[in-house]
């Protein structure tokens, strides 16, 4: 071993496990060296997941950045001639029909995410799984490219660890765990260990399971939790005995029981000769603090595995023998059973990045064995380069509110989640039921009054629809299509598309308390603004303005959309709820980066925004205002931002509108807002929930939205939001924006398609919700660009004034045409569609007050 050093580049905290090796794998890749690995136990781990993980790897997710990692991950471990690309099967049982759906589903995220899944019948499925009943089975999936890391992910992990250190370029000390992180002025400088302190430039905990306790050392959190989860063994099992297999059938996933197996393979084998049944308890999972672990030397078998009772599941474990009766014909080997914990978390991904107070400190916990190298890329490449390459803001622990960071909101969601880990499908706009009402608009109770229709973003209570509006149905029900499946269906309001249709015919008023807004102040403000964004910010002509405008990063991707409003001493950033957080942070990192001196400051919970819009929005407005001249366009130019007094209060009148009619964002102090919506509602301005303004609306309208049809993969020209000219003064990605613009053509384009038939098998009128590929009607394949990036929708909604489905998606050049026949697939079946806008273009034109088809 070598001496303890006193200083390093790097140090990663939690070495041994899968996740960390590939941090530091890839880390030495990318160039760095003086990296020193420490870990609280062996290495590789002998107590964390990694050390008992089943090691499967499905490609199959709903989520791009999920099957990105899955499918390094599998080429990775693959190459270093550690994978068993044996396939895994996903069955259905008989007669569980919304499973099967659920199965559809896949398949279709499949061909929209770049995977080989497909769909079997029965048979195949007892072909390639003999131990299954066939007649308990009415069909499933087939994953070509799944599979199992063999011997073990730990010894892929130790191989990883052993290379570094023969590199020279990484040093190793196992059982040393940290004791304290070294902060000074807001940024690492280094850990305790009871070995000494080792000072460093980046420290990254890839801690796993200890993970939060790491964070707690500098005042953080993580929001994810360990739970249990049942591992079972059956046998023996000598199928495949003599063959030197690790595994010889398919993985096999019974998600209907929220259940899986697999064989392990022949007897002389790591864990061979048995069958491993596991399952993750659905109705009571077995939570675990991380300060409840056990030492190493307190556990009866390990930290991270918990004993088993049989009791815990015995009922799923009774209707896996129905599909597979081999289970009850082999014995239950109880002593190598056990409760294996792994991480749940509480909000819908891992936690990955930069600290929020300490800079230097990196996170990157909450990781599978099948994403493992996948995240040592991502993190390597996000440290060394400021960017990955492929958007991480669905997984960016900046973008994480107070409010998910405390202890009680962590224990509740993440319980929520451990219940769907498989089972039961999660639908693209499930809400979470626990840790609800965090944030409520100055007008809540007001909107309870309406019988709103309440999700929530960003732990804002925000209504869809409101029931009080249903008699509008009679009018406008012609034009609102009854949504007959019950998944189009779910969690939408069909009050949402008449509101939508009652705006464009008068007005209404829309609460818009989610925006997250924050301040930046102090000498270098404006030059701040000027560097981050793409859109002209200096200049005393811009105060007074409100200047909509991107962050590139250095490659000239689009990392933000936002709203600028340049104040006569500071600049308020307005953003939208989910992306806000992340943007607070990234502009404070860059203040700090770039040596600006200013102030970033949170004035989120501060103000509160009430949009009024439609075509007499300017008359109603004109009703409560002291100074109605003030509102004439004379008075009022668009994208102006003035003073007006309602109710006697003061409200900052932003002239802008995200829903294509005519109208303003009020923005006032959060103490006003009451007062504000009572004279607007006193005048008879109708309340409109926001589906309307996020989802119909927008999409007539062309409108992008941030982390769904912006994204790092794509530049400002491809969603085309370039401005004709690029402005004089410097800013960030400037020069791959200018080199873009200058490309004879881009490799793709933002470009809006409508379904010109969407009747499914059964007759019925399907009104999608999710992601769905885009495909050529000739080859059926899905449609990838030049530089493999793969065509899906972005948004899709329904829109009442054309009365067709519409969506957004990047499509390769050669298919940016208008008219361009194209097909989706929704739910395994496929439906037209045709290409209706290159680029931006509204296929609502308020102005013209003429819908295009």
């Not at 260990?193 to 890839?206: F, K, N």
């Not at 012609?478 to 007959?484: E, G, I, L, N």
């Not at 806000?580 to 949170?602: I, L």
Request: aromatic fraction near 10%; charged fraction near 25%.
């Amino acid at each position: 071993m070598s001496a303890f050093p006193g200083k390093a580049k790097v140090v990663i905290v939690g070495l041994g496990g899968i996740v960390g090796a590939s941090v530091a794998h890839h880390l030495i890749e990318r160039g760095w060296d003086d990296i020193v690995g420490i870990d609280k136990s062996g290495i590789p781990t002998d107590i964390g997941s990694t050390a008992h993980a089943s090691d499967f790897c499905y490609t199959t997710s709903h989520d791009y950045l999920s099957v990105w990692t899955t499918q390094y991950s599998i080429d990775f471990f693959e190459k270093m001639g550690h994978y068993a690309r044996i396939g895994g099967l996903e069955v259905v049982r008989t007669g569980d029909d919304a499973w099967m759906e659920e199965i559809k589903r896949k398949v279709t995220s499949g061909k929209a995410f770049g995977t080989n899944v497909r769909m079997v019948d029965p048979a195949e499925i007892k072909q390639m799984f003999p131990l299954i009943e066939e007649d308990q089975v009415q069909g499933g999936m087939y994953d070509p490219d799944a599979g199992l890391v063999i011997p073990r992910s730990q010894t892929v992990a130790g191989k990883l660890v052993d290379e570094g250190e023969k590199s020279g370029k990484l040093k190793v000390f196992a059982n040393t765990p940290a004791q304290s992180l070294i902060v000074e002025d807001g940024r690492i400088k280094g850990v305790k260990t009871h070995r000494g302190t080792i000072l460093a430039d980046h420290v990254i905990v890839c801690a796993g399971l200890w993970g939060r306790m790491i964070a707690e050392m500098v005042g953080e959190d993580l929001p994810v939790m360990p739970v249990d989860h049942p591992l079972t063994f059956f046998g023996p099992y000598n199928e495949f005995e003599g063959t030197g297999k690790e595994i010889g059938f398919p993985l096999m996933r019974d998600q209907g029981n929220s259940a899986y197996m697999r064989d392990t393979g022949d007897p002389k084998t790591t864990e061979g000769g048995q069958i491993e049944w596991g399952y993750y308890e659905t109705t009571n999972p077995r939570m675990c603090h991380p300060r409840d672990l056990q030492s190493k030397e307190e556990a009866r078998l390990s930290p991270s595995q918990r004993d088993l009772e049989m009791e815990q599941v015995i009922e799923p474990l009774e209707r896996a023998m129905e599909l597979t009766p081999m289970l009850g014909e082999l014995g239950y080997n109880e002593g190598h059973s056990f409760n294996g914990l792994l991480q749940v978390s509480a909000a819908g991904g891992p936690s990955c990045g930069e600290s929020q107070k300490v800079r230097g400190l990196w996170y990157c916990v909450a990781i599978w064995v099948k994403d493992g190298p996948g995240y040592g890329k991502l993190i390597a490449d996000w440290i060394t380069d400021g960017r990955t390459e492929i958007d991480h803001a669905s997984i960016d622990y900046s973008r994480f509110y107070p409010h998910q960071l405390t202890e009680d909101y962590i224990e509740s969601r993440s319980y929520e989640a451990a219940q769907k880990i498989y089972y039961p499908a999660i639908h693209p706009r499930e809400p979470y039921l626990s840790s609800r009402s965090v944030k409520q608009s100055p007008f809540y109770e007001r909107e309870k009054e309406l019988g709103g229709y309440f999700m929530e973003l960003g732990g804002w209570e925000r209504a869809h629809g409101y029931a009080a509006n249903e008699h509008l149905l009679e009018k406008y029900g012609d034009s609102v299509p009854v949504r007959q499946n019950e998944w189009d269906s779910r969690h939408f309001w069909r009050v949402s598309n008449a509101e939508h249709l009652a705006l464009s015919e008068d007005c209404g008023l829309i609460n818009l308390s989610h925006f997250y807004m924050f301040d930046i102040e102090g000498p270098d403000h404006v030059e701040l603004m000027e560097w981050l964004c793409a859109a002209k910010i200096g200049g005393d002509n811009m105060i007074g303005k409100g200047i909509y405008t991107h962050f590139l990063d250095d490659e000239g991707m689009v990392r933000a959309d936002l709203t600028v409003i340049r104040m006569e001493d500071r600049c308020r950033v307005i953003d939208g709820a989910d992306a806000g957080p992340r943007d607070f942070h990234y502009v404070k990192r860059m203040a700090a980066d770039k040596g600006f001196n200013v102030t970033v400051t949170d004035v989120n919970e501060k103000y509160t925004t009430i949009g009024i819009w439609g075509p007499n929005a300017r008359e109603n407005l004109k009703k409560v205002v002291a100074d109605p001249a003030a509102l004439d366009p004379e008075n009022f130019a668009f994208a102006a931002i003035k003073p007006v007094q309602i109710a006697g209060k003061t409200v900052t009148a932003f002239r802008l509108s995200y829903v294509g009619e005519q109208g303003w964002e009020l923005h006032m102090k959060y103490e006003d807002g009451l007062a504000v919506w009572d004279a607007l509602r006193d005048i008879g301005v109708m309340a409109v929930g926001v589906e309307t303004y996020a989802n119909s609306r927008r999409l007539e309208k062309s409108l992008r939205l941030q982390n769904a049809d912006l994204l790092t993969q794509y530049n400002l020209i491809e969603s085309d939001l370039a401005r004709p000219k690029v402005k004089q003064a410097d800013f960030r990605g400037k020069d791959k924006h200018v080199e873009y613009k200058d490309r004879e053509y881009q490799p793709a384009m933002l470009c809006t398609l409508v379904m010109t038939e969407n009747t499914d098998a059964t007759g019925v009128k399907r009104y999608p919700v999710g992601a769905m590929p885009v495909m050529d009607p000739d080859t059926g394949k899905t449609l990838v660009d030049e530089l493999g990036r793969l065509s899906y929708t972005t948004s899709v909604a329904y829109g009442p004034t054309i009365g067709k489905n519409i969506a957004l998606a990047y499509l390769p050049q050669k298919y940016c045409e208008v008219g361009r026949k194209l097909n989706v697939e929704y739910f395994s079946e496929t439906y037209p569609v045709e290409v209706v806008a290159v680029g931006y273009k509204p296929l609502y034109d308020p102005e013209n007050l003429k819908p295009r088809s």
